[in-house]
Each structure stands twice: as structure tokens, then as C-alpha cells.
């Protein structure tokens, strides 16, 4: 198709689309007015008659995919359509670029456990409805599963990198605003991956589609609000995921798999109060991985119970190397699965090793998930969380908010400080609601003695809103991210430096 006849269809479809639209429908009582004026009643008669015909004409028949093109959240509402479509546009793209967009909402499905059912379908409705505010009237939204969504960009001239880049930001900034739900507000954000045509690895629209899902997945993992372009090298690691199962055990054991650390500060002294363990993968070919990549494998491998073990020994040495260098770091947090909890001898093994690196136990945060707290019957999970408590361990509530722990649950589980989820954390230096919600959270561990530590802080008003507000700690991107143990040292000193002399008392031993 030459440009010459194309521009020529499209100037004829916007005449067409200026003549029929329903615009046209507020000059109806000037050509009856017209037709009476200047033939009478008769006239009249035929211009009413005759004028939804020339519509008709004008208009001609509406077709399903014309139709659908001026609702793209409802335009191919399966996987199977959005390939079909982009198989189109690849073919039909002649000297025009297109993309391909993959949204991960960050946290959505912790975000609908605590929304229920009827509120999540609602919210996940007014998201579509947002993002295709945003996008033109043949520019697709197909929904992948109930925390992803795609984007296909109709094709145009030139899109480069930077637009695509520009695009997604775009995107991320039409969530930004909080979605009323019942008498409060929820904040989504979203992780987003793109393939631009000139990026894909090979010209079809299966390639086209899993290419910006990989790119999606590496954003999720890098998240809150990630941005990613699709490489050859994502693709390298994506492509041999399946082998990382049979790796992982080796791993496990040849030091592959170690803990990352990150830090908590107190809000009211700017202390290090603490750090938090997380797992990381060094594989020797594909660099660092995250764990929503490999601790499926190790689940499934049966290996959860090793993993803490392992994590368990890292983090108690780098408390030890960390004594020993003169930092004073108060604690440091352990996540403890569901399936450590229910080893009858885990106390017997959490008090040797705790023995052997001569740490106190009230240093060795046990940090629990609420979902844990909340759906466990298990009397073994039940005794030997009430046995750490007693042994003098922190018995941390993780991701407190999404998993409906009652009072009750905290007291009987002896828990000593709640982890506020990222979710309630988020924006909360602007919004009021947000404020009162982490509000009534703080006065209620007020008043049950608990400490707070709250999650995701990202930016400098959200601390100082969450100081001021009174919670006791924070965690997050906004003041550091997780790293390896050998950069935790150089970390703490340039922390020292930017708090000032006057707050450094007592920080340093020796």
C-alpha cells in the first residue's frame, strides 16, 4: 500500500467520520428548520425522513473490529487474540515501528488478598479503564492474568528507545493517583518491560509477546516501578530458567546462594537499628538472581528448610565480622518459612547456633509472614514461635496489613514488632488518608507495646512523614537497597558522615 494511497483513505475516513459522527446530531434542528423554511411542510417531512438514511450511508456498516478498536481495554481480551493482532501489525508495518508492553502491578496480589474478591475485580477494572485513557483509539490492552497486562502500540513512524522509555513512564503515571476503595485509598504501582520491534528476536508475534514478558518479569524483580528494555542477554537467562531447578541444590551448598543485607534506621536517632537478611543467587554465568526466580525450585526441591539454615549461619557470621570491626548493628532479621517453623527441632538448633557465635538472643529477629500468623493450625509452627519469643528472639510480623492477623494472633504469638506493608507506606507524605491509616496502625502497637517498622520507604517526605507520624523504624529503597555483605561496612561509614558527629556517639565501639 503506497503512502499516497493510504493518506488519501485516511483523509477520506475523517471526512467521513466529521459527517456522521454524533456530533452531527446537534445540527438536526437547523436543516429541519432549513427544509421547512424553504419548502414548507413537505420539505420538512422529507429532510426528517431522509436525513438518518444519508447517516446510514455515510456511516456505513460498523464491523466487530471497528467496533473494538474504540474500546482498547476490551480489544482482544485473550492471549490468543493479542498474537493474532500483532501478526497483523507486523505484517501490515510496512516503514513503521511498533512495541510491546508488559505491566506488572507491584504487590497486586498481597494488594487483593486484603481488597477480597468483589473490590479486587472492581480495582483491576478501573486500571484498565485508566491505562486506556492513555493510549489511542487502535492501540490494544489485553489483560494477561490478574497482575500483568499488555500493551500494543499501533504502529507509527519512528519509535525509538527513548519513546518507549517516555511511554512507559506515562503509563506508571497514570496509576499514580489512588483508586478510592470503600472509605479509604489503595496506591498501585506497576513494573514495566517492552520489546520494540527493532529489539525482537525474531519477526513473530509469539517472539514479539515473550520477549517484553521477560523484560516485564526482570522489572518486577528489580521493582517498585521498574523500568526495563528487552536485551539478547535477559533473554540468555530466561530462556535456560528450567535448568536453574536442577542447579539450584549445587548452589545451595557450593556458596553460590548467599544473603544480601538491608539496612533499618531508627527514625528518631538515625541509627543503624538493623539489618534485614534477603537471598541472592551469584550464578557463575548469568550474575545475580533474584529470588522470585529460584526459590519456586528450591520450594519445590524440598529445600526451603536448608535455605534458612544457610541464611541462618550468613547472618549471625556477618553479625559476628560486624561486632568485631566495631559497628554496632542491634539485630539483624531472618525470614523463617513456614516449613522451618514446623521442624520440631528448630529450637534446639536456633539456641546452637546462637551458642556457637556467642550472640545474644534477643539480637536474632525472627521475621514471620502474617499470612503464616494467620493460617497456621499447626501446633509445632504454634510452640516453637512461642519458644523463640521466650528464648529472648524479636518475633517480627511481616507484610502486617495484607493478611487480616487478628489482635489476638499477636499476642498469642508473643510477636514484638509489626513490619507496616509497602502498600500503606506509599505517597504517605501526601496523602491523608494513607497518614491516618499508618496512624491508627502506630497507636494501635502503641498501646499493644509493639515496635513498628515500616516497609518500601522510597523517598525523603515519605520518612519524614513516617517520623513524624512516630513509627519507630524504616526499610526501604529510599535509603538503601540490598547488598552484598562486603559493601554493608563502606555503607554504614558514609552513613556516619551524612547524620553528623552529634548523632555518631555511641554508633562506632572502640
Given at each position: 500500500?503506497s503512502d499516497?494511497?493510504?493518506?488519501g483513505?485516511?483523509?477520506a475516513q475523517?471526512?467521513k467520520?466529521a459527517?456522521?459522527g454524533?456530533?452531527m446530531?446537534?445540527?438536526v434542528?437547523?436543516?429541519?428548520?432549513a427544509?421547512?423554511?424553504f419548502g414548507?411542510e413537505?420539505a420538512?417531512?422529507v429532510?426528517?425522513l431522509?436525513?438518518?438514511?444519508?447517516?446510514m450511508?455515510?456511516?456505513g456498516?460498523?464491523?466487530?473490529?471497528?467496533?473494538a478498536s474504540?474500546?482498547?481495554?476490551?480489544d482482544?481480551?485473550?492471549?490468543?487474540?493479542?498474537l493474532?493482532?500483532?501478526d497483523?501489525?507486523?505484517?501490515?508495518?510496512a516503514n513503521?515501528q511498533?512495541a510491546v508492553?508488559?505491566?506488572?502491578?507491584d504487590?497486586f496480589r498481597a494488594?487483593s488478598?486484603r481488597?477480597?474478591?468483589?473490590?479486587r475485580?472492581d480495582l483491576?477494572?478501573?486500571?484498565?479503564d485508566?491505562?486506556?485513557?492513555?493510549l489511542?483509539a487502535?492501540?490494544?490492552l489485553v489483560?494477561l492474568d490478574?497482575?500483568?497486562?499488555?500493551i500494543?502500540?499501533?504502529p507509527?513512524r519512528?519509535?525509538?528507545?527513548e519513546?518507549?522509555i517516555?511511554?512507559a513512564?506515562?503509563?506508571q503515571?497514570?496509576?499514580e493517583?489512588?483508586?478510592s476503595?470503600?472509605?479509604?485509598?489503595?496506591y498501585?504501582?506497576t513494573?514495566i518491560?517492552?520489546?520494540?520491534e527493532?529489539?525482537m528476536p525474531?519477526?513473530?508475534?509469539?517472539?514479539?509477546l515473550?520477549?517484553?514478558?521477560r523484560?516485564g518479569a526482570?522489572?518486577?524483580?528489580?521493582?517498585?516501578?521498574?523500568i526495563r528494555?528487552?536485551?539478547?542477554?535477559m533473554?540468555a537467562?530466561l530462556?535456560?530458567?528450567?535448568?536453574l531447578?536442577d542447579?539450584?541444590?549445587?548452589?545451595l551448598?557450593?556458596g553460590q546462594?548467599?544473603?544480601?543485607?538491608?539496612p533499618?534506621?531508627n527514625?528518631?536517632t538515625?541509627h543503624?537499628?538493623?539489618f534485614e537478611?534477603?537471598?541472592?543467587?551469584?550464578h557463575?554465568?548469568?550474575?545475580?538472581?533474584?529470588?522470585?526466580l529460584?526459590?519456586?525450585a528450591?520450594?519445590?526441591?524440598?529445600?526451603?528448610?536448608r535455605?534458612?539454615?544457610?541464611?541462618l549461619f550468613?547472618?549471625?557470621?556477618?553479625?559476628q565480622?560486624?561486632?568485631?570491626?566495631?559497628y554496632?548493628?542491634?539485630?539483624?532479621?531472618?525470614?523463617?518459612s513456614q516449613?522451618?517453623l514446623?521442624?520440631p527441632k528448630?529450637?534446639?538448633?536456633?539456641?546452637?547456633?546462637?551458642?556457637?557465635f556467642?550472640?545474644d538472643?534477643p539480637?536474632?529477629s525472627?521475621e514471620?509472614l502474617?499470612?503464616?500468623v494467620?493460617?497456621?493450625?499447626?501446633?509445632?509452627?504454634t510452640r516453637?514461635?512461642a519458644?523463640l519469643a521466650?528464648?529472648?528472639?524479636?518475633?517480627d510480623?511481616?507484610?502486617?496489613?495484607?493478611?487480616?492477623?487478628?489482635i489476638s494472633?499477636?499476642?498469642r504469638?508473643d510477636?514484638s514488632?509489626?513490619?507496616?506493608?509497602?502498600?500503606f507506606v506509599?505517597?504517605?507524605d501526601?496523602?491523608?488518608?494513607?497518614q491516618k491509616?499508618i496512624?491508627a496502625?502506630l497507636s494501635?502497637?502503641d498501646?499493644?507495646?509493639?515496635?513498628t517498622?515500616?516497609?518500601?520507604?522510597?523517598?525523603i517526605g515519605e520518612h519524614?512523614?513516617?517520623?513524624?507520624?512516630g513509627?519507630?523504624?524504616?526499610?526501604?529503597f529510599g535509603?538503601a537497597?540490598?547488598?552484598p555483605f562486603e559493601k554493608?561496612g563502606?555503607?554504614m561509614?558514609?552513613?556516619?558522615?551524612?547524620?553528623?558527629p552529634?548523632?555518631?556517639l555511641?554508633?562506632?565501639?572502640?
Amino acid at each position: 500500500m503506497s503512502d499516497g494511497y493510504g493518506a488519501g483513505r485516511g483523509t477520506a475516513q475523517r471526512l467521513k467520520r466529521a459527517l456522521s459522527g454524533v456530533h452531527m446530531l446537534a445540527f438536526v434542528p437547523a436543516f429541519t428548520l432549513a427544509a421547512f423554511w424553504f419548502g414548507g411542510e413537505t420539505a420538512l417531512v422529507v429532510a426528517a425522513l431522509l436525513y438518518p438514511l444519508v447517516l446510514m450511508i455515510l456511516r456505513g456498516p460498523t464491523s466487530a473490529a471497528e467496533t473494538a478498536s474504540h474500546d482498547p481495554a476490551k480489544d482482544s481480551s485473550s492471549r490468543a487474540g493479542l498474537l493474532r493482532a500483532l501478526d497483523k501489525m507486523l505484517a501490515d508495518a510496512a516503514n513503521k515501528q511498533t512495541a510491546v508492553f508488559v505491566l506488572c502491578f507491584d504487590d497486586f496480589r498481597a494488594l487483593s488478598d486484603r481488597l477480597g474478591a468483589e473490590r479486587r475485580a472492581d480495582l483491576s477494572r478501573r486500571i484498565m479503564d485508566r491505562l486506556a485513557a492513555t493510549l489511542r483509539a487502535d492501540d490494544m490492552l489485553v489483560p494477561l492474568d490478574e497482575a500483568r497486562c499488555a500493551i500494543a502500540l499501533s504502529p507509527v513512524r519512528v519509535f525509538d528507545l527513548e519513546l518507549a522509555i517516555q511511554f512507559a513512564v506515562r503509563l506508571q503515571s497514570a496509576l499514580e493517583e489512588p483508586f478510592s476503595v470503600d472509605a479509604g485509598y489503595v496506591y498501585v504501582s506497576t513494573s514495566i518491560g517492552f520489546c520494540t520491534e527493532a529489539r525482537m528476536p525474531r519477526r513473530n508475534a509469539k517472539e514479539f509477546l515473550d520477549a517484553a514478558e521477560r523484560a516485564g518479569a526482570d522489572a518486577a524483580l528489580h521493582g517498585p516501578s521498574a523500568i526495563r528494555a528487552f536485551t539478547s542477554d535477559m533473554q540468555a537467562v530466561l530462556r535456560d530458567h528450567h535448568e536453574l531447578a536442577d542447579e539450584v541444590g549445587a548452589a545451595l551448598e557450593n556458596g553460590q546462594i548467599t544473603a544480601w543485607f538491608q539496612p533499618q534506621i531508627n527514625t528518631s536517632t538515625g541509627h543503624v537499628s538493623g539489618f534485614e537478611v534477603l537471598v541472592r543467587w551469584h550464578h557463575p554465568k548469568r550474575g545475580i538472581i533474584a529470588p522470585g526466580l529460584f526459590l519456586p525450585a528450591i520450594a519445590q526441591a524440598g529445600l526451603l528448610e536448608r535455605l534458612g539454615e544457610v541464611m541462618l549461619f550468613q547472618a549471625l557470621t556477618a553479625l559476628q565480622s560486624w561486632d568485631q570491626a566495631g559497628y554496632t548493628v542491634p539485630s539483624i532479621g531472618v525470614n523463617f518459612s513456614q516449613d522451618e517453623l514446623g521442624n520440631p527441632k528448630l529450637i534446639d538448633k536456633i539456641k546452637w547456633e546462637l551458642d556457637r557465635f556467642e550472640i545474644d538472643p534477643p539480637r536474632l529477629s525472627v521475621e514471620i509472614l502474617e499470612t503464616v500468623v494467620t493460617q497456621s493450625d499447626d501446633d509445632v509452627v504454634t510452640r516453637n514461635i512461642a519458644a523463640l519469643a521466650q528464648l529472648g528472639c524479636g518475633i517480627d510480623l511481616d507484610d502486617f496489613g495484607t493478611g487480616h492477623a487478628s489482635i489476638s494472633s499477636i499476642r498469642r504469638f508473643d510477636v514484638s514488632r509489626i513490619k507496616i506493608d509497602r502498600s500503606f507506606v506509599m505517597q504517605v507524605d501526601r496523602d491523608e488518608a494513607q497518614q491516618k491509616m499508618i496512624g491508627a496502625i502506630l497507636s494501635m502497637a502503641d498501646r499493644l507495646g509493639l515496635e513498628t517498622l515500616a516497609e518500601g520507604v522510597e523517598t525523603i517526605g515519605e520518612h519524614a512523614m513516617l517520623a513524624q507520624l512516630g513509627c519507630d523504624h524504616i526499610q526501604g529503597f529510599g535509603l538503601a537497597r540490598p547488598m552484598p555483605f562486603e559493601k554493608t561496612g563502606p555503607w554504614m561509614d558514609s552513613h556516619l558522615e551524612k547524620i553528623g558527629p552529634q548523632v555518631q556517639l555511641g554508633l562506632r565501639r572502640g
